[in-house]
């Protein structure tokens, strides 16, 4: 079956810090990836994503490439800030997007 | 982009009485919603899939009789939360998409609170 497996927090960095999140997941077929991003006191944001292969989602300076030999799609930001404090998900849908998985979600706190 | 609604963002209520949250897809129709409960520092609990037009499928220890589910239109769906209790209270966030580039879009949230 499908399932998302996601590096357990809480993480805490300084600020410009270098941050990676694990995510890896077991899937049948080719299924498309995501991470989102749910700040203190909001609901889910979708942050990036990847439908094949080798592709690389980025935003907001946040990056994650689906890599089908590895299983994985960790998140990735070169130099993070006080206000990416939230909790990170990854998660995964079927081709038809009519099953999702979340991972357990990680917990990032940056201090000044 | 597609936008997911959902209101009311909080709501209180007595014990015993209902409450509704409704979820919109303002831009997209959406053949297929989901309704999630989050407990507090904790990750998300899928609740329910609501069909348009037929009956939502609830997982494994959901109550259906206690959250009621309606999926009336290609862009409304309902969550019906009767006769609540304390431990009903939580945040629930509803979901819609597949459609639209395989994406979920996920509604704002709901926090419900019951005393």
């Known amino acids: 079956g499908n399932s998302v497996t996601q590096m357990e927090g809480p993480v805490t960095l300084s600020e410009e810090a270098f941050l990676t999140i694990n995510c890896t997941y077991t899937?049948?077929?080719?299924?498309?990836l995501f991470w989102y991003v749910q700040y203190p006191g909001e609901g889910l944001q979708l942050l990036l994503k990847?439908?094949?292969?080798?592709d690389k989602g980025s935003n907001k300076g946040f990056e994650a490439t689906y890599r089908k030999e590895t299983t994985s799609f960790h998140l990735e930001k070169g130099s993070v800030q006080v206000s990416d404090s939230a909790v990170y998900f990854c998660?995964?849908?079927?081709?038809?997007?009519?099953?999702?998985?979340f991972g357990t979600g990680t917990s990032l706190t940056v201090i000044p | 982009g597609a936008v997911v609604s959902q209101h009311p963002s909080r709501v209180i209520c007595k014990s015993g009485t209902s409450v509704k949250i409704e979820c919109r897809s303002l831009d997209f129709q959406a053949t297929t919603m989901f309704w999630y409960r989050q407990f507090p520092k904790q990750s998300l609990m899928l609740m329910a899939t609501?069909?348009?037009?037929?009956?939502?499928?609830?997982e494994q220890g959901v109550e259906k009789d206690k959250f009621l589910i309606n999926h009336a239109s290609l862009t409304l769906s309902t969550l019906t939360v009767t006769s609540a209790h304390p431990e009903d209270s939580s945040f629930y966030i509803c979901?819609?998409?597949?459609?639209?580039?395989?994406?979920?879009?996920f509604g704002e949230g709901s926090w419900l609170t019951v005393v």
């Open positions: 998660a995964l849908s079927d081709r038809a997007g009519n099953q999702f998985y």
């Open positions: 990847a439908t094949k292969a080798d």
């Open positions: 899937a049948t077929g080719y299924p498309s």
């Open positions: 609501s069909n348009e037009g037929s009956k939502a499928t609830y």
């Open positions: 979901s819609a998409g597949g459609q639209v580039g395989n994406t979920i879009y």
